[in-house]
């Protein structure tokens, strides 16, 4: 029976970065929204995929934009893209997520 549950355990985080005041410059939550905008071309149709309205998506870009101190989204045309900067903050998050988790299952596989 205990040796039935010994792989039935994962470790569960959530991490994000913030500000110098604990205010959230970047998380999973932005990261959604940015690969939403990215891959649909368009801050609407990203805030409509993610059920959000275009103001609240709008105003977390801004936020983050400001507390990062760099643009993340520019208007072209009649719809958004992002800029290399958001690509590799992109990027660079979900490699910080991929090794969190590796590290986290390593340090408790054997506890667990």
């Known amino acids: 029976m ?6 039935k355990f994962v470790v569960r985080s959530k ?5 110098g005041s604990g205010k959230v410059a970047f998380g999973l939550g932005r990261l959604r929204i940015l690969e939403a905008i990215n ?3 368009s801050m609407n149709l990203a805030a409509a995929e993610l059920s959000m309205s275009y103001r609240s998506v ?7 934009e400001d507390r990062i101190g760099k643009k993340l989204v520019v208007r072209k045309g009649k719809g958004s893209i992002l800029t290399s900067f958001a690509m590799d903050l992109m990027e660079q998050f979900v490699e910080l997520n ?3 988790q590796i590290e986290a299952d390593e340090m408790f596989g ?3």
């Open 58 to 64: 709008w105003c977390r870009i801004r936020e983050s």
């Open 39 to 41: 891959r649909l071309g």
């Open 2 to 7: 205990m040796e039935n549950l010994k792989n």
């Open 15 to 19: 991490i994000w970065i913030e500000d």
């Open 98 to 100: 991929r090794r969190l």
């Open 110 to 112: 054997n506890l667990l």
